[in-house]
C-alpha cells in the first residue's frame, strides 16, 4: 500500500488523544489498532508494515503528530524527496516493496498536493506539497513496478477549490 498524505494517519486507539478515526487509518489497515473490530470487516487482510510506504509532507522529517503516533511502514518524506529526488527516495523504498509484493493500493490525501497548484480543504497543515510533476512521475514509477489494484483520493472539500 501506498499511502499519500501530509498526515501520517497513524494514530492508534492507544496512541490517540482526539479519538479521530481518520487519523488511525494505516495502522487499522495493518492490524495493529482496533483489530477486532477490523476482523468484523468481510473480507479484510490486514497489510502488513512490511508492505506499507507512507508519503508524508510534515516540516521536519516524520514529526510526532499530535496524537504521538510514529509513521506506519516505509516513510518517505517531502524534505527528502526535494533534496534527494524521487528515484533516490520513494524509487528506493518502492524497489525494496517490489521484493515483498507485486501488487499495490494507492491512497493520495488531496492534501499530499502544493497548495499553490490546488486548493484543498480549510484544515490543511502550514506545509509545502508535492507539485504535480512529481505526483505524475511517483504514479509512473509505481506502475513500472507494481500492478496498481486501486487508486483512492481524498479530502476534497468543493467549498474551497469548485
Known amino acids: 500500500m501506498l499511502w499519500f498524505d501530509a ?3 497513524a494514530a492508534t486507539a492507544d496512541t490517540t488523544r482526539s ?4 487519523g488511525m487509518v494505516v495502522p487499522m ?8 473490530y477490523c476482523r468484523q470487516i468481510p473480507g479484510f487482510k490486514p497489510i502488513p508494515a512490511s508492505r506499507v510506504i507512507s508519503v ?14 510514529p509513521p506506519v511502514g516505509t516513510p518517505v518524506h517531502k524534505m527528502e524527496i526535494d533534496r534527494l529526488g524521487l528515484d533516490a527516495t520513494l524509487g528506493v523504498a518502492l524497489d525494496k ?35 504535480p510533476a512529481q505526483v505524475s512521475k511517483a504514479f509512473a514509477m ?16 468543493p467549498s474551497v477549490d469548485s
Open 97 to 131: 516493496l517490489a521484493q515483498r509484493c507485486k501488487k499495490v493500493f494507492i491512497h493520495m490525501d488531496a492534501d499530499t498536493i502544493d497548495p499553490q497548484f490546488y486548493k484543498n480543504f480549510k484544515g490543511r497543515p502550514c506545509i509545502t506539497g508535492l507539485s
Open 19 to 22: 479519538g479521530f478515526i481518520e
Open 56 to 69: 508524508s509532507l510534515g516540516s521536519t522529517p516524520w514529526p510526532i503528530p499530535p496524537d504521538g503516533a
Open 142 to 157: 509505481i506502475g513500472a513496478r507494481f500492478e496498481i489494484l486501486a487508486l483512492d483520493v481524498g479530502a476534497f472539500d
Open 7 to 9: 498526515h501520517s494517519d
Open 29 to 36: 489497515i495493518a492490524g495493529t489498532s482496533y483489530p477486532a
